[in-house]
């Protein structure tokens, strides 16, 4: 065990499965010799060889498509876009031929790649870093999508990714990185260090893609979230003082409905939090979803707390950002408080 | 060597990394004055040596001297170097600011000045300009109020922007300068599309798109080349090598294979490689495209060879990847001082007199940052309201919206 911050972690499973599987490779902007913007590449190009952990130019289709024909080959790529907001260039690879080569050629093919990518806001990064597009990997038939909250999640299911069989595209929000954070942007960060979930073991382990965590039982409210909002929902909770159960779905697809619904027939009410835009987001998917299980357990109108449907603005981050207020106030609407 | 030997797998690397001392051997200087200059009607395949040199206008002693040396006035110059030197005024101000606190982000462009301030005296007040987030001075060449700048930066109530952008991703339609969107390379592809325009409508200006060498790599820089060269397109496709893409060398994109101008070759295009560090140099190849694509012969690529001097933002820390005194071993030198000395030595300016500019320019950024920062800044959290973010998604704010706002409680 040690304590890992979550780019630490996130470096730490690249290690590992350097280590272990020699088809393991690594690249992307600045990965190579600097170690990544986010510094999750860090010494691995020293450690591997710049064979097995480069730089490539700046192109998102050019590196998702490489990573494709490595993947096809027989290597595991773990190619990494340098912000979520900049795979757009690489969509077309990523839709038309990561996710539909198995089935097109009956399996004869495949695309073992893990596309990691930051996600979300909280850094004044205005449009161009902070977005938040899982639900259009979601919708892509031939995705796997995946968003740790924790060093932990993030290392095994990292690990998960790289061994799965199937292209992965591994969210990874930027605003965790150092340490949790809760939404409330004016009080000091807790590093991952002083955080009992800053707590990782150096080597491999795995968390199953599929399966979601119950970060906090409870009995008043079932909360779907991931990624950053876990923890905005856990501090809005403890400030209305709502027994809520809050689900950290960790991977989007597949979706671990089992403990979805086991959830939301004991609390029979629901609210999703999500930072992405509202409108075709992916909380309608679960909002869809908790209906068709859980119809007749529901005792109040499902509530989703999101982005607003606006690109993200640089100088009003903190109005755009659904924070514990407005997550606060959705459980009480809820749970009739 | 048999066929069955093993394959290598070559990873391009930088001539030098931090502790090793500065190589700028790959990159070849000619003797200023030594590239010919065609007529603007040379057909693109009889001029490929000019994207395999470097057309340079001052020479070491800064004389103008060879074909490309412009018909430039005096006072034209003169403006050129105040421009770059309010340039890097306004830089040293923003940078400073950012670290006080009063914005979130700053880009420099130090040791790049001559390029977009020598393009933007030299294109038309119609023509349109493509820029990247290094091309401020093209704004300040051009007399763009510095307060205006400057309020994008802090976000402020004054930022015609709203706050909705990252510091330095402008928007001037008065200027010629179109918003930045800061996702690389979308842009070039759109100034052939404004310069296609142009020509449909048998307009009578053009445009102008700038990427760095780093950026070349994506599918837009080749999108733009190919649909420039299929319609002819009236615009000029600017490359700005300044040597590294944060902490990619220009090897990473390709840049050990052929120059970044020699990408025109294949596309018919017409290629000029530039010393961007040369305002001369500058303004006459900027000349020679204009009035090439005003004339109906087409597109130009212009690769400026220079250097970026600084971090590749304040984000950046350079000294992680490069060695930390490459910019002094840069062979094409500080393109202010270049210009400075040529002014100085044709007796067009005086010690005094440069001296005198620096610290007008300096004082005339600095009484714009108090203006600017009097209108708020990230420090005293006087920045642009929340109502405006849901405007302008649409030009008639659709129910989905309103009922956001609303719940916005605004
Ligand atoms: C599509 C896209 N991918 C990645 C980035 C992140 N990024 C911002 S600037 C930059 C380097 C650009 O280098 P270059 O084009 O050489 O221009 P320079 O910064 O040197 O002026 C990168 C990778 C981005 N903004 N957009």
Known sequence: MASMSMNAAVRSALDVMLGRDDNVVVFGEDVGFFGGVFRCTEGLQAKYGSHRVFDTPIAEGGIIGVAVGMGAYGLRPVPEIQFADYVYPGLDQLISEAARLRYRSAAEFTAPITVRMPCGGGIHGGQTHSQSPEALFTHVCGLKTVMPSTPYEAKGLLIAAIEDDDPVVFLEPKRLYNGPFDGHHDRPVVPWSAHPLGDVPDGYYTIPLGTAAIRRPGSDVTVLAYGTMVYVAETAAAEVGIDAEIIDLRTLLPLDTDTIEQSVRKTGRCVIVHEATRTSGFGAELAATVQELCFYSLEAPIERVTGWDTPYPHAQEWDYFPGPARVGAALRRVVGA | ?410
């Open chain 2, 1 to 410: 060597m048999t066929a069955t030997d093993p394959l290598r797998f070559h990873v391009p690397a930088p001539s030098a990394r931090p502790g090793e001392p500065p190589d700028f051997s790959y990159v070849a200087v000619p003797a200023a004055g030594a590239v010919r200059r065609p007529a603007i009607d040379a057909m693109a395949t009889d001029i490929r040596d000019l994207a395999d040199t470097m057309i340079r206008v001052l020479d070491d002693e800064a004389r103008a001297i060879g074909p490309w040396s412009p018909p430039t006035s005096p006072d034209d110059l003169r403006r050129g170097l105040r421009a770059m030197m309010k340039t890097r005024a306004y830089d040293d101000r923003m940078q400073r600011a950012q670290r006080q606190g009063k914005t979130s982000f700053y880009m420099r462009c130090t040791g790049e000045e001559a390029i977009a301030v020598g393009h933007a005296l030299e294109l038309g007040p119609r023509d349109m300009y493509f820029p990247t987030y290094r091309q401020q001075g093209w704004l300040i060449a051009r007399d763009w109020p510095l307060v205006d700048m400057m309020c994008q930066i802090f976000s402020n109530e004054k930022d015609r922007l709203h706050g909705r952008q990252m510091p330095v991703m402008y928007s001037a339609r008065a200027a010629g300068f179109v918003s930045i969107s800061g996702n690389l390379g979308t842009q070039y592809v759109q100034a052939v599309g404004w310069a296609m325009a142009s020509a449909i409508k048998g307009d009578t200006c053009i445009a102008s798109g700038v990427v760095g060498e780093g950026t070349t790599a994506e599918a837009d820089f080749h999108y733009a080349l190919t649909f420039a060269a299929a319609y002819r397109a009236p615009v000029i496709l600017n490359v700005v090598n300044n040597q590294w893409a944060i902490s990619s060398s220009q090897a990473v994109a390709g840049g050990e294979s052929a120059t970044f101008a020699a990408r025109a070759i294949g596309h018919g295009i017409a290629a000029l490689r530039v010393d961007g560090n040369d305002n001369l140099a500058v303004l006459a190849a900027t000349r020679w495209a204009r009035e090439r694509a005003l004339a109906n012969h087409g597109p130009t690529l212009i690769e400026w060879v220079t250097y970026r001097a600084g971090a590749h933002s304040t984000s950046d820390d350079p000294s992680k990847y490069r060695p930390a005194d490459e910019w002094k071993s840069w062979p094409l030198g500080d393109p202010i001082e270049r210009l400075a000395s040529h002014l100085i030595g044709t007796g067009s300016l005086s010690e005094l007199q440069q001296s005198e500019l620096q610290a007008e320019v300096e004082a005339e950024v600095m009484s714009a940052a108090r203006e600017a920062e009097s209108y708020g800044t990230l420090l005293d959290g006087r920045v642009a309201g929340f109502k405006s973010i849901f405007e302008d998604v649409f030009k008639e704010m659709p129910p989905h919206l309103m009922r956001q706002r609303e719940q916005a409680g605004l």
